[in-house]
């Protein structure tokens, strides 16, 4: 497939624009844009139980302060909105709706039973404590074991068996691969549930234009054309008539790739008063509320030779879900991810799996950063290390005899999922060299215990699933994914570059790694090209930033317009310049003829003639400089990548320290070396957080017990690592411009080689290490032996 | 209740209710967005101030309660050709930044840090920034920014010294 | 989420500050640095009817010496204990601690008699104030009185301020002796702030080497910091050694509580009381005692 070439701005660790106004904090995140002097502020009257009937609402307290406008319940907001379908469409699953505002059942902790709209936020949050409401406690199940137990109570009435989804799949010979000459090995991993946690809290804010019908909705989100779609479906108006913008947002990470019950809420209401109306979430909602990831429990069972070859897998993987299916994503992404995902770059060819998800009543789990891939690759790779102990094989010998080659390459593994290009073994042989592996391994003959410490080194050997063109989101049941993305580039009369694409960046410095790739496409100088996302009245369609896809789909779509651009460009300049448009090169914001650099006219010049300001073109030639382009990635793109952790386990506190950190990484070709770093630090501490210390956690009753950042930790500078980090550029071939996907591999990559880490620093004491978050107190139990 | 504060140097006098927080007065009464709210209790530090020259979380003040001081926020912190000051610029040129939300916070924390230790080691750095938590970068480029801003600080206080000799 | 409305005073004086008290009772807070209270505010945990700010009262704001104590008002910054000479002169335990509340930017605005007041289980200062039998100062309009640290912390988050009362200052005693060392550790699930357990504590060396007048005491392991008296009197009269110090790490975990929450179980935090124990005593031997 075409590559571009190389030169110019791609591969240019170039500085970001966005850091001129960040810095100075002139950034515009939600809360900042300006308010009409009559907005309406809303507060959310949330539910204190897991799971009961609502049996009395009165408003009357509530409206009776000064300043507050209307109180809603769910019967009134019923009249206005559809209940939240994510229209999931796969075999073996049972669809529910949620409603936007609970009507009658509340099913977990957190569920809006009521809207307050008042004259400002504070008076919004005193309305928001008078309204009263009372419930008929329900029994409710919390944790997915709770759940399943026979007789549990039922989250929905007509999900039986709290299962909303359940999936098998075999393939090869499985049965034949688990008999004759080999041996077995079964493990149970289990993660707990964690979430994004953006330093800023989600918000949305609807503006009635000030004639007509249409309302511009602000939000928070990394998803706007799929919000505007689905928000527009459910308060029953035009599509046409809502514009979203996303302001700058204050971190994503997947939690806010999520279209929330919020966003139809303020359109509505917006609609209905014809004002504006504004709500800001607080931290404690945001824990509360915003899609919970990766409860998940893996039971894996591996066959292979007395050599470290496997054979053959079996999977059975349950996650919960939460209690409702959330949208897009939904509740089978977790599900379908980690039993796609979890072969990694092994040559696992006999492979079965039993998948489910699990409705509890908690909050709805959705997609965050990785999805399944943390999980099920601290699966995978802690069986390989499990192996590797058993037969006294080095783990990363281990992991060398399972690796698919180059030469088996492109490769498609067991579900069909297609890896066209890779460097597995590349990276784990670097990876190796710079952590001094031989050397610790060495070191390690005399114990684990060196220096006062035990110190282990933990290998997460990855492939990571990243653009996901439309086969692939249809593929997991994703109805509401359209896969594509877009681009429009623009040469305006004044010569310079306008350029929108169907994204919104959260911190991925999207404006300026966009820009070198149009200046590139079209041959401008960086300094001419302006970037535009996230305005869906100017970004045409397209799947929003998520699961690692904006270079590989969005750097596809502005590849394609940058291709007619640069043509027609190429065309004019030529005819001008009377030689052949082969004979144009386009740099700098000039054309010129190859080998003779003076004879050339700039964009300016071109651009004021194809817009009629100068001579008629050419016959057959249309006014105007732009193209419009939409690209639909291969149904997957693989990346790769080796992480390698080593840490040290203190014997007394059971505290974990991260001494040293590689990464040696494959993303393809890389736009910006600057930028794919700072994502892979992000994620990897992300990562970190997940081993090590955050975890959401709910009590019987399906209380959560730590919604504040008191008690739901996150690491900070003190608990992150330096870094070192090496590139590797394998360029995807079936996909335009060979790129492949980084934004997610961070975490990916962290959570299996700081729990492999662990696991070995442990080693001598034989503790078994298989789920996370490790705090210390429960490091300290594997050390002592469980009471 | 009437309040009157200095902010970058300048007076303002307002009317405010006992109850509004400093974060949202200087964001919302004074306009001056750059100092951002990721918690209301204490620990993210996106809200970080300096109160009379000192870090202070200004979601965890009353506007009223801080009357007659002198306060400094990120708006602040460029000089008066609105050019960007050597935090600023080191953490601009060493990527130390990806959303900006929590930003403003960090700089001012090491603005504060810097000047009560102008050489300090990467271990000495993660330990002051320990209390502002970013979720975007990792912490790494932070670290190596404020190394740098350190080192650009001493520059400058060299130089001044010198043109004052 | 944003607090509730409230009455708002700035006293300018701490005779105005109680009978301000002494007028709104039970629904009154005294506001100092806020760093405890506010975001039980923000979070509606708590709804105080009035607010009296003692944050424009200077005659409470001061740390001083007196001949057998540091006398620290109510208003003074928790940074002021930080960088005080006579802090650090007259009470390192409390030097050593300071460092460990919160960030410089709670410590700039907290008051040391804030965090004391709030009495969270997990807070330092009052460790500090419990292993040197601080006393508090609790002054009403008409009076005051005097009460010692074990006596002022009753229960989480609970001290026994009566209604109209404040603490008005807190009163470390003075070390006396010549060379006296001190040190604060904790453990925590990272490496930063909100400990699962922590540990204060001071000793002096006599001429001869010996250790006296021993100071442990830790939070995490109860409702309230408690002391370990047990290993306190091992080591009394004892030279310190690795040994004596490991053996005072044993009797504090035999003998301590400390539940099972969220963040660690009561086995840890029981293990943990050694760890911590022989740690302070390694890390206060280790400082370079007093002039």
Redesign the interface.
């Known amino acids: 497939m075409t590559a571009v070439p190389r030169s110019g701005y791609i591969g240019r660790s170039v500085h970001r624009r966005e850091d001129e106004y960040l810095l100075r904090g002139k950034g515009q995140f939600l809360d900042d844009l300006p308010e009409p002097r009559d907005t309406l502020h809303v507060a959310l009257v949330l539910s204190p139980h897991a799971h009961a009937r609502i049996t009395r609402i009165d408003v009357s307290a509530a409206m009776a302060l000064e300043g507050v406008v209307a109180v809603l319940t769910g019967a009134e907001m019923a009249k206005l909105v559809k209940p939240m379908d994510s229209g999931t469409t796969i075999d073996g699953y049972i669809n529910s709706l949620r409603p936007v505002v609970a009507t009658d059942k509340v099913r977990f902790v957190g569920e809006y039973v009521a809207v307050v709209l008042a004259d400002h936020p504070y008076v919004a949050h005193d309305a928001a404590e008078l309204v009263e409401v009372e419930y008929d406690s329900l029994p409710s199940v919390a944790h997915i074991e709770q759940a399943v137990v026979p007789d549990a109570p039922l989250v929905h009435d007509h999900i039986p068996g709290n299962v909303s989804f359940r999936s098998e799949f075999s393939t090869g010979d499985v049965a034949g691969a688990f008999s004759g000459d080999v041996l077995t090995l079964k493990e149970s991993f289990r993660s707990g549930w964690v979430g994004g946690v953006p330093i800023e809290p989600r918000g949305c804010f609807a503006l009635p234009e000030h004639v007509g019908d249409a309302i511009t909705l602000y939000t928070s989100t990394q998803i706007p054309h799929i919000v505007r779609t689905g928000v527009a479906d459910h308060v029953n108006m035009p599509e046409s008539l809502l514009r979203v913008v996303v302001p700058e947002v204050g971190g994503g990470f997947g939690t806010k790739a999520n279209v929330y019950p919020e966003e139809i809420i303020v359109v509505a209401l917006a609609r209905k008063f014809r004002r504006a109306v504004k709500w800001v979430q607080d931290r404690r909602e945001e824990l509360l509320n915003n899609i919970h990831a990766r409860n998940h429990i893996y039971h894996v069972e591996a066959a292979f030779t007395r050599d470290g070859v496997i054979t053959g897998l079996k999977l059975e993987l349950l996650t919960n879900g939460g209690a409702y299916t959330s949208f897009p994503f939904g509740c089978t992404l977790e599900a379908t991810g980690g039993a796609r995902m979890i072969m990694g770059p092994y040559r696992i060819r006999n492979y079965a799996y039993r998948i489910a998800c699990v409705v509890t009543n908690t909050c709805p789990a959705g997609a965050y950063r990785g999805v399944a891939q943390p999980s099920c690759f601290m699966a995978m790779e802690g069986m390989l290390d499990r192996i590797g102990r058993l037969l006294g094989i080095d783990p990363a010998e281990v992991r060398r005899r399972n690796l698919v080659q180059p030469s088996e390459m492109p490769w498609v593994n067991a579900v069909g999922v297609r890896y066209d290009t890779g460097s597995y073994a590349q990276c784990l042989e670097r990876a190796l060299e710079i952590s001094g592996y031989a050397a610790i391994r060495a070191r390690q003959s005399g114990g684990r215990l060196v220096d006062g410490k035990y110190r282990g080194i933990g290998i997460c050997c990855f492939t990571e699933s990243t653009g996901t063109g439309a086969p692939g989101w249809r593929a997991r049941g994703l109805a509401r994914v359209p896969g594509i993305d877009s681009a429009m580039i623009r040469i305006d009369p004044t010569g310079k570059v306008f350029a929108t694409i169907s994204q919104a960046g959260s911190g991925q410095g999207h404006l300026t790694t966009f820009a070198q790739l149009v200046a590139d496409q079209v041959g401008a100088r960086l300094e001419d090209v302006t970037i535009v996302e996230g305005d869906t009245a100017l970004s045409p369609y397209g799947s929003g930033t998520v699961a690692s896809r904006s270079a590989i789909a969005a750097g596809g779509a502005v590849i394609k317009a940058g291709r007619q651009v640069a043509a027609k460009i190429r065309r004019l300049a030529a005819d001008r310049l009377e030689v052949s448009p082969d004979d144009i090169l386009l740099s700098d914001g000039r054309a010129h003829v190859a080998g003779v650099p003076e004879l050339g006219i700039d964009f300016r010049q071109l651009a004021r003639w194809a817009y009629g300001f100068d001579a008629p073109l050419p016959e057959g030639e249309q006014h105007g400089l732009e193209a419009s382009d939409v690209y639909d990635p291969p149904m997957v793109t693989i990346a790769n990548a080796v992480h390698i952790a080593m840490v040290a386990v203190d014997p007394q506190d059971a505290t974990v320290t991260i001494e040293k950190y590689v990464v040696v990484h494959d993303c393809g070709r890389v736009i910006n070396p600057m930028i794919v770093d700072g994502q892979i630090h992000g994620g990897v501490v992300q990562g970190i957080g997940g081993a090590l210390m955050e975890e959401f956690v709910y009590d019987d009753e399906g209380q959560m017990v730590n919604a504040s950042l008191l008690d739901y930790l996150l690491p900070t500078s003190m608990d992150a690592p330096d870094f070192v980090i090496e590139h590797i550029e394998t360029p995807t071939t079936d996909a335009l411009g060979g790129f492949k996907g980084v934004g997610e591999a961070g975490v990916i990559g962290a959570i299996p080689a700081v729990v492999n880490a662990v696991a070995d620093a442990l080693a001598d004491r034989a503790a078994n290490v298989n789920q996370i978050p490790l705090r210390p107190s429960y490091i300290y139990r594997l050390l002592h032996g469980a009471s | 209740m009437q309040l009157q504060l200095s902010v970058n140097g300048k007076t303002y006098s307002r009317m405010v209710e006992p109850r509004y927080l400093l974060a949202d007065f200087l964001r919302h009464e004074l306009g001056l967005k750059g100092t951002h709210i990721g918690c209301e209790h204490g620990v993210c530090g996106a809200c970080t101030v300096l109160i009379n020259g000192r870090t202070a979380r200004s979601c965890l003040h009353f506007a009223i309660d801080v009357a007659g001081a002198e306060l400094t926020t990120v708006e602040g912190l460029v000089d008066e050709n609105d050019q960007l000051d050597p935090v600023q610029q080191a953490f601009r040129q060493h990527h130390a930044l990806q959303c900006g939300f929590c930003t403003p916070g960090f700089l001012l924390t090491v603005h504060e840090f810097l000047g009560r230790n102008p050489d300090p080691t990467p271990a000495q750095i993660r330990e002051a920034l320990t209390n502002n938590i970013c979720r975007c970068t990792g912490y790494a480029n932070i670290v190596k920014a404020v190394s740098a801003a350190a080192a650009a600080l001493r520059a400058n206080a060299g130089t001044r010294q010198a043109e004052a000799s | ?8 005073f ?1 006293p300018a004086t701490l005779a105005g500050a109680l009978d301000l008290l002494a007028e709104h009772g039970e629904e009154a807070r005294i ?1 100092a640095g ?2 405890s209270l ?2 039980l505010m ?3 945990v708590l709804k105080p009817a009035s ?1 009296i ?1 003692i ?2 009262c200077p005659e409470l704001d001061y740390i001083r010496a007196t001949p057998d104590a540091i006398v620290i008002g109510a208003a003074a910054r928790q ?1 002021a204990g930080e960088e005080s000479a006579e802090v650090a002169r007259h009470c390192p335990l409390l030097a050593a601690t300071l460092p460990f509340v ?5 410590r ?2 907290g008051t040391i008699c804030g965090s004391l007041a709030h009495a969270d289980p997990l807070a330092e200062l009052p460790a500090c104030a419990i292993a040197l039998e601080a006393e508090f100062v609790l002054a009403r309009a008409g009076g005051r009185r005097t009460v010692p640290a074990r006596q002022f912390f009753v229960a989480e988050l609970t001290n026994c301020l009566d209604s109209g009362e404040m603490l008005e200052a807190v009163r470390f005693p003075s070390v006396r002796d010549a060379d006296v060392r001190a040190a604060f550790v904790e ?1 925590g ?6 400990a ?1 357990a922590g540990v204060a504590v001071q000793f002096a060396l006599d001429a001869a080497g010996r250790c006296a007048d021993v100071r442990i005491a830790g939070i995490g392991f109860g409702p309230v910091p408690r002391r370990f008296t047990s290993s306190e009197d091992l080591l009394a009269g004892a030279r310190p050694s690795e040994a004596v110090f490991l053996e005072a790490g044993k009797l504090a975990s035999g003998e301590s509580g400390g539940g099972s929450d ?4 009561a ?3 029981k ?2 009381a050694g ?1 911590l124990v022989e ?1 302070a005593l390694r890390k206060a031997l280790s400082t370079s005692g007093r002039a």
């Open positions: 989420m944003k607090p509730a409305p409230f009455r708002y700035a506001l806020g760093q506010v975001p923000n979070l509606r607010l700010s944050n424009h940074a919160g960030g410089a930017a709670n700039n605005r453990v699930n990272r490496k930063h702030g909100f699962v969220i963040h660690a179980d086995a840890y935090r293990a943990m760890v740690r």
